[in-house]
């Protein structure tokens, strides 16, 4: 069975600055999929960005972007001149790559980030 | 292009009575999902449906928990009798759509808005 960890139940940034959450998992998987995932206070869940295993580039999205260290099994995410906007809780999230039609997500605990003015 | 559809947003009810969920995704999707979300934890799969077929229902707790997607589109959750423990955010959340023959996009998930269950 996969497991996501995420170490770090809150965090602050000042807006403008630079935060990095972090993410570890533990799979015997060789094709999975990453993610994160943000879920604003009373607001549904959105994908920010996702890594697709057998990629070695980290994928960016605009001001998100991803270091995925695969033979460490970590994934964090940084997130550069954060707005206010991005106040939300993230979720760090695993999916196997080759699971026939089980495409099941495994989510962390989620860290609460907060940027403050 | 309309998202995943959730109803109602909250419901109250008290232990050992039933409630139901429904959930309408996105047209076209072929997968959907049932996560339970409980206060300070990431969502858990509680069953998964492809087109309307169960695919996963491994931590469904099936004494007391129900599903179905009879017509492949839209999918009510039940639970009979609730308890203290249920209370939750349950999300639906679907993907995956038949294009030139295969499915694809089957790693992107759509949630809907949740609905927030309070057992008393």
């Known amino acids: 069975a996969q497991t996501v960890t995420q170490s770090q139940p809150e965090m602050s940034v000042q807006e403008a600055e630079t935060v990095t959450l972090s993410c570890t998992y533990d799979t015997s998987e060789n094709n999975y999929y990453l993610f994160w995932y943000k879920q604003p206070p009373s607001r549904q869940m959105i994908l920010v960005i996702r890594q697709e295993a057998y990629k070695q580039q980290n994928a960016t999205e605009n001001r998100f972007s991803v270091n995925f260290q695969k033979a460490a099994k970590s994934f964090s995410l940084k997130i550069s001149d954060s707005q206010l906007g991005d106040t939300a809780m993230y979720f760090c999230a695993f999916m196997k790559g080759s699971g026939g039609s089980n495409y099941k997500l495994t989510f962390g605990k989620g860290t609460l980030l907060t940027v403050n003015p | 292009e309309a998202g995943v559809a959730q109803s109602p947003r909250y419901k109250i009810i008290e232990k050992r009575q039933s409630v139901a969920f429904w959930c309408n995704p996105i047209?076209?999707?072929?997968?959907l999902y049932w996560y339970q979300q409980i206060l300070g934890q990431g969502p858990k799969l509680l069953i998964q449906?492809?087109?309307?077929?169960?695919?996963?229902d491994s931590q469904l707790p099936k004494d007391r928990f129900s599903a179905e997607r009879l017509k492949g589109v839209d999918s009510t959750l039940k639970i009979q009798p609730a308890k203290l423990e249920d209370s939750a955010v349950y999300l639906c959340?679907?993907?995956?759509?038949?294009?030139?023959?295969?499915?694809?996009?089957?790693?992107?998930?759509?949630f809907g808005p949740g609905t927030r269950l309070t057992v008393l």
């Open positions: 047209s076209g999707h072929a997968t």
């Open positions: 449906f492809q087109n309307n077929g169960v695919v996963d």
């Open positions: 959340a679907s993907s995956a759509r038949l294009a030139g023959g295969e499915w694809r996009n089957f790693d992107e998930q759509f």
